[in-house]
Nanobody, 123 residues
Framework: QVQLAESGGGLVQAGGSLRLSCAAS????????VGWFRQAPGKEREFIAA????????YYSDSVKGRFTISRDNAKNTVNLQMNSLKPEETAVYYC????????????????WGQGTQVTVSS
């Protein structure tokens, strides 16, 4: 069974940076497509970044493109999300999710989810 755990959230000032990590247990994480989502209070969950199995390709939503970077650390069995130039409106709970696929970017229907980590961006 795949278990995911996010870490690295916290409080940061506008314009600052945070690095989130999604650690997987029970599986070899590089064999899974992984996505990052966020959900702000009163808003729908937003898909913001993804990486394919084997990290051959990445995807970013327009809202984060150029500021966020998704990457793998296979030695640690993690997928990271480097977030730069953060904005107050990006305050949300950030989730990672995983799905076993042969190839391709996965935008929805993920099978496994972490519990989320809170990111708060102060103005």
């Amino acid at each position: 069974q795949v278990q995911l755990a996010e870490s690295g959230g916290g409080l940061v000032q506008a314009g600052g940076s945070l690095r989130l990590s999604c650690a997987a247990s029970g599986v070899t994480f590089k064999n899974y497509a992984v996505g990052w989502f966020r959900q702000a209070p009163g808003k729908e969950r937003e898909f913001i970044a993804a990486i394919t199995r084997g990290d051959s390709s990445t995807y970013y939503s327009d809202s984060v493109k150029g500021r966020f970077t998704i990457s793998r650390d296979n030695a640690k069995n993690t997928v990271n999300l480097q977030m730069n130039s953060l904005k107050p409106e990006e305050t949300a709970v950030y989730y990672c999710a995983a799905k076993w696929v042969v190839a391709g970017i996965v935008r929805d229907n993920y099978d496994y989810w972490g519990q989320g980590t809170q990111v708060t961006v102060s103005s």
